[in-house]
């Protein structure tokens, strides 16, 4: 199959057919890349939803030289033959982001001091880079009351953008979906309906692939800041999952366990319940050693200092 | 009265029985379709007849039609969209209430034509009681042959079935209702891929409206000359107009498209003129999504022309001037109505339908409508009305469905065309009305 | 249906009528009859559609409870919550609005001494709100169960109240029967 040119931001790759605007535009990487809150390249399907990552087609193809008549998700759309993307050189696609990103603010409760997720979390490096320095609604917020979706994971639905990831992550990777977005329109939420318990050996993944603290570890709530943790890659032998894993320490004491994240926020590997919730102490892991992390909001703070290129490393 | 196709016999007793419509010429386009012409060749008589979907989008549907993949292995599907939901239209309820077989034979029709042995009618689950009026004039149909088995000994196969909504308006856009018909929640379908392509059951499917489908028969039979050479330019045939509000006669009206906007409204033979001798305020001429327009550009355009009743014409001036036909629910107001109220009915709709599934749409709407009820109730602020017009441009376009846009564009057509009765809801701090 | 500790089951006929429902659709595909299904389902459960009786209708769709539950709440003719014996929706959209729908939502509201969400302390009306129900040439518009009731005033209403009254109206009737 002859490779496809697509030109994102005046740069230009080549792609195997099927290659979605989004992943050319990870393939050069650095600025060009679109932010995804929905999508997630290990889950089929996902995508589509959050819509930050419009991006404008300034000519479809070389055999179709006509520009797209709407902005459209980088995520779903497939690049063709001689396409011309504008990402961030495209004032249309910069002003929608930054109102997308006010649409999924006007009823987040904005409690980052008070959440495990600051630091990690990509709502914050959106609001970061498109959000408005004011606030311009006077509405009052949606709420709903945190609650255990069994006894390791919070639910607060107050901070869901209702991304699909972990309803994606139950049906996919786990025998049995108890949970799932219950209502509509506005009083969408993730839910079970009844009290149940989402318990089987995957369901901690839901975590790792929330976007924003929705889902959290109960076993790590309120004990650092993230930043403040020294994230270690280790592994263990382990009969359900491929046991590779990154260990978030303070001092000798291991504080979570989590999948192995890449530059976009996706875990390499799904783990199992087993690793990330009970083996928590440093003697139950081989540790492979501080784990590099790219820059990624302040996560990348405190303990780190910048390498030539973007990634930072670990202070020793 | 111009040219009736549709609504011909609908006055006729009984019509909804098999053997009235078969009297009255009934089921002879599927004798001739399926004896004497091949499934291509109806679908060059629809495109050549210049048919548009009728159910608001007004795409051409021979078009739709042709891009069903035929070479598929997998079973081709037609389903009707009877989930007429769009405020201000009520035109399909009529068609299945009282002469069920003219849908059932443009069903038979459209199946023949795209290669499809199963169909469904998607009904919105309030009108069961139409429903159940289909349901047995398809049960007649099987029963006189028309359905089922070999149909006419042709050697042509179809089933028919009949599946009810449950509430959602959301489930009138094509892939959400086909979602909705695979017992899922009305989340409309990230596209490409279409339907044609990839539509129910992953196998290629075409969705039409009620009164697209219901024009099959008379192309059929009359040939797509006689059609076509109804109406005016793009707009060919004739199209059922919805008309309520506060006009002397609210009914369904077949009209001619091309007829003068001006005569639809003040003529006895439509809407008889605004009630109690009111004065003319504003239109809401093709459903709640498509611009409101003020008397005076919905009688004429903004060059002074008489606006007709068809797609070209209404459409004239771009959204700055000029609306669309849509769906063909004409919402009419008089001097007395609250311009803001209205749209607050608007956005609260809007706000209740949107699926959720994508962030501008289901946090658009909720703040608009939180932000009208304000300005209706006196705590609007000046602000507030450019806040309305950014969070509809921002909307508008940027959602996985039309929906985005039909809740963005009453929003931001009230506030271009009265603008300072919201000046007034915020300076009096109350409605004036 | 029989109520046998709390489990529902449906009975010989109305089974039937799932099963001849679930033919309409491809094998492997009865999920798709689960609209249809649960418009049964709220009728033989008193107008509401209970945990339990939706755990059963998955059961007979062979689907998971909440594949069941996030469609339930999803359309808005499902109620997840009881209701009275008698449902009645006003519709309260543009073309309603414009001929006077709340001035016959206050009526009712006053006529019966509840707000739209609430039910009658005897349990024999529920009022709700509901948007457009595509019958807007004869606004203002009511729907009960299955029934449209149009060109609605005051005194319309005052007298379908007192037939529903005399009658013990009940809005959830299978609507296939």
Redesign the interface.
Known sequence: MPLLKVTIDNIEVEVEAGTTIMNAARIIGGKVVPPAMCYYSKLEGS??????C?VKVAQGSARDPRPMP??V?SC?TLVQDGMVVQNITSPEAM??RQ??TE??L??HPLDCPVCDQAGECHLQDLSYVHGLQET??V?ERRTFKPIDIGDKIKLNMNRC??CYRCVMVADQITE?????????????EI????VKAVDNDFSGNMIDVCPVGALTDNTFRFKSRVWFAKPMDAHRKCSKCSGKVVLWMKGDELLRVTGRKDKYGEVGEFICNDCRFEQKEKNDWIIEGPRTIERHSVISQNHYEISPGESVRMIK | MGKQILLKNIDVPGLADFQVYRKLGGYTAVEKALKTLSPDQITEEVKKSGLKGRGGAGFPTGMKWSFIDKQSEKAKYLVCNYDESEPGTFKDRHIGKLNPHQLIEGMILGSYALGANTAYIYIRGELFYVLKILEKAIQEAYKNGFLGENILGTGYSLDLYCHPGAGAYICGEETALLESLEGKRGNPRIKPPFPAIVGLYGSPTVVNNVETIAALPWIVKNGYEAYAAIGIGNSKGTKLISACGHINKPGIYEIELGLPVEEFIYSDEYCGGIRNGNKLKAVVAGGSSVPILPASLILKTAAGEPRLMSYESLAEGGFQTGTMLGSGGFIVMDHTTCIVKNLLTFARFYRHESCGQCSPCREGTSWMEKILTRIENGQGTMKDIDLLVDIAKHVEGNTICPLGDAAAWPVASAIRHFREEFEEHVKLQKCPF | MQDKNNIPEFNRETLDLVNQIIKRYPQGRQKSALLPVLHIAQSENSGWLSPEMMDYVASLLDIQPIEVYEVASFYSMYNLKPVGNCVIEVCQTGPCWLNGAEQILSHFETRLGIKPGETTPDGKFTLKTVECLAACGNAPVIQVGTEYHENLTPSKVDKLLEQWKSENKKSHTNPYL
């Open positions: 995508g589509g939803k959050c819509r930050t419009l709407k902005l998700a779903r002003e929608s109102a997308i649409f999924l006007i009823n311009r609604t509405e953008i209702l049995k979906r108890v949970h799932g977005v219950l209502g509509r329109g506005d009083h969408s839910s079970t309906l009844i």
